[in-house]
Structure formats: C-alpha cells, structure tokens
C-alpha cells in the first residue's frame, strides 16, 4: 500500500532530522569537501521528495539515503578523469546486485564522522554566532529557512552567514579529524556553548513574541544526547545534557493560558515533564559517577546541579535555597562572570535574605553587563521582596525598557505596575 502524502513528508523529514549529520559526515569524510558532501546530502534528499511518495517508504530509508548520494558522488566523480580514484573509494562499499550500500566496513566510522561534523562546525575560526548557525545547519538537519527563524533573522541573511561560514573553514584548510589533547578539550568546551547558547535562544528568546521557541530547545537537547552518547567518558557532556533536559522540563509550566509568562515561583509543577525530569536526573548521575572516577566537572554539571535542587521541590516554598546558594558560590569560582554572579545574588537572595543578595550585585564592576535586562530585573525583585516597592519598579521599568522580548517586556511591566501599587497603597 502507498503512504499517504502526509506519512511519507513525515517520514522523510523525520530520517532527514535523525540521519542527515552522519550522512553529511560519511560524505565529507569520502570526498573531503563539506560543500559537496552538503550538496550531495540535499540531493538525496531531493530524489526521497520525488520517489518515496510514488514507490513507498524504503524499509531502510537511512541507507536509501545514503546509497543515492554515493551514486551522485560516482557520477560526478566519473566525469572527472583526474579523480577517477575517487570512484573506486567511494564505490568500494556499494552492492550492485540490491542497490543497498554495504555498511559493514563503516560501523567504526559513523559516529566517529558525525562527532567530527560536530567539531568541524565548531571550529575556532568562526564566531560563535557562525558556529551555532553551522551546527544546526550541518549536525541538526535544519534549513536554513529553519534556523533564520529560530534566530529571528532574515532567510537571506541567514544563507549568507552560513556560506561565509564554510567559506571560512575552505579558507582555514579545517581538516575533518577530530582534534587531540589540548586542542580537544579546547573545542569541546566551544561545541557545548554552542549547543547551549541554542538552547537558551530556545528556552527564553533573545527578541520577538514569543517566550520560547521550543523547535530550538528540542534540537540542542537532541544535539546534547548525541554529544553524550558520542563520549560517554566526558562527565561535562552529561553535565551540559543534565542542565539541558532539567531545565526544559518546565516548559509547559512557563507560559499561562493567556499566553504571558509565568516566573518560576508562580508555576504549576504538576505540568513540569517528569520524562525529562527523570533523564536529566540519570544524566546528572553518570557525570557525578564519572567526577567521583576522578574526571574534571565544571559548569554544566555545577549548573545542572543547581537544576536538580529545583527539579526535586515539590512546591517553590520546599526549594534548597541555602545549597543552591553554595553551589553557585562553587560555580563562581569554576566559571566566573557577571551572570553568574546576578544569578548568585537571586541564590542569596532567596537563602539568606534580599539584603544579601543585593550585596552580591553591589559587588559587580561598574559596567557589568551594559545594556542586558537581566541586571536590573534582578534588582528591582530583590528590592520588591526587601520591601522597597518605589525602588523595585524603577528597576523592572528600566529592565523592561532593555529587552527585546515583547512577552518578557510584558511581565516586567506588570511587576513594575504591581510595585506601583504596592508603593501608594
């Protein structure tokens, strides 16, 4: 029988999302040229749009995929005389008599190429805008359509960052190996902060209507487990993976049914996501068996640490305040800066009193982080909870003014009119 039109898109654009990252990175390791293999990648993807609706689904469709691209790539490698080599390479691993690539001599590989693809991406010649853009482009399967809304940026724009990007990597003669030593340990910090600065753009975007935009907190959290399933011995990745699943669980809790935004205190725990609650708990496990093996943690683990605290309160008022205060006096130390310390300053804050937090935030540079909300929405709530109300707004005022997020501007201002209130009452 023929899927219907709607079963076949979804099933090719679920083995698009699942298998284009090894698909793209088998190739690039075949042809060592991420341009092509990109192109050859979206060819097959092509021919699946025009033949799975009329023949059916394939009952391997990853191998189906990656049979046609090695196809393309003999064919164009066979109009090239000066790399006829090329062709026996590639071809090695294709079976004339069922059409089917032989898989068997790439089991050792595959995971290896899209780890690479991971690296790649995250190469240090690219800015970390240019490096999120690539990973979700080459490793997440997006179109770039996709990802210029994810980012609230224009198509064009978008295309452009992404061609400049693996014009950048050509240019750099960026080798597809994966880096060793120092230089490894270098990247995978850059390839986690990259995947989590997909999910933060998701979990509260950086502008527009929405609060979230939960197509990019989805795919870092899917980005986050094959990091870990790809190595299982580094506790930051199960760390990163931890903080990712924990912190994702409240989405459902984080928008009313008026649509508007609803703070951590304010939600209702019983739509937090216990699945993702209960895997970020057993990630966060196996990093802490890792540390205690002796392997470096560091602030994924320490951040998801602090997750778990609120993961496991039944209610806001049952929440560990005076060990998240800890912990991020321990992140202070592991990964300093000032959003670090706003956030330590609401951990005090909540442990020992406004006051305290205020001394936190009294302590920052003058300066810190200039033309960021986050600074005085913190303030002006330490200043609402110590009881200065005239002062509180101000601050929500003064953060609303600052973001360019049309549901969190909403929220600041009703606190700032709710301070108000309470200041001539």
């Not at 899927?3 to 699942?18: E, G, L, M, Q, V």
């Amino acid at each position: 029988m023929v899927p219907t039109a709607p079963t076949t898109a979804d099933a090719i654009t679920a083995t698009w999302r699942a298998e284009s990252a090894r698909l793209v990175g088998a190739l690039t390791r075949m042809t060592r040229d991420l341009d092509l293999a990109e192109d050859l990648a979206q060819d097959a993807l092509v021919s699946a749009l025009e033949q799975w609706p009329a023949h059916g689904i394939p009952a391997n469709p990853a191998a189906w995929l990656m049979t046609t691209a090695k196809r393309r790539a003999i064919d164009g490698f066979r109009r090239a005389d000066n790399l006829r080599h090329k062709t026996e390479e590639i071809g090695r691993g294709l079976s004339e008599e069922d059409g089917m690539p032989d898989l068997s001599s790439q089991v050792d590989f595959i995971e290896d190429d899209v780890l690479r693809l991971i690296f790649l991406s995250c190469h240090p010649q690219l800015s970390a805008e240019s490096r999120a853009a690539l990973t979700l482009r080459l490793v997440g399967g997006l179109t770039t359509a996709e990802i210029a809304r994810g980012f609230l940026a224009a198509e064009s724009a978008m295309g452009q960052r992404i061609s400049r990007a693996k014009k950048t990597l050509s240019e750099a003669r960026a080798e597809f190996e994966l880096p060793v030593g120092a230089e490894r340990e270098a990247r995978l910090d850059d390839v986690m902060a990259v995947v989590y600065l997909i999910f933060n753009e998701g979990y509260t975007a950086t502008a527009g209507d929405d609060w979230m935009r939960p197509e990019l907190t989805n795919e870092a959290i899917r980005l986050a487990r094959m990091l870990a399933e790809l190595m299982p011995d580094e506790p930051e990745v199960h760390g990163l993976q931890a903080l990712l699943e924990l912190q994702a669980s409240r989405g459902a809790a984080r928008v009313g049914a008026d649509g508007r935004a609803v703070l951590l205190d304010d939600q209702d725990r019983s739509l937090w996501d216990e699945l993702l609650i209960r895997r970020g708990l057993v990630a966060l496990d196996r990093a802490e068996q890792l540390a205690r093996r002796g392997l470096p943690v560091g602030r994924y683990y320490l951040q998801a640490a602090i997750a778990s605290r609120h993961a496991r309160a039944a209610t806001a008022e049952e929440t560990d305040w005076a060990t998240i205060a800890r912990l991020y006096d321990v992140l202070a130390e592991a990964a300093p800066g000032p959003v670090v310390e706003v956030n330590r300053a609401v951990a005090h804050g909540r442990a020992s009193g406004p006051a305290a937090g205020l001394a936190v935030l009294d302590a920052l540079p003058e300066g810190a982080l200039a033309g960021s909300h986050l600074l005085p929405s913190v303030r002006g709530d330490l200043l609402a909870r110590g009881g200065r109300p005239a002062e509180a707004a101000l601050s929500f005022r003064e953060a609303a003014a600052l973001t360019r997020n049309e549901s969190e501007q909403a929220l600041l201002l009703g606190r700032a009119e709710d301070c108000e209130r309470a200041s001539s009452g």
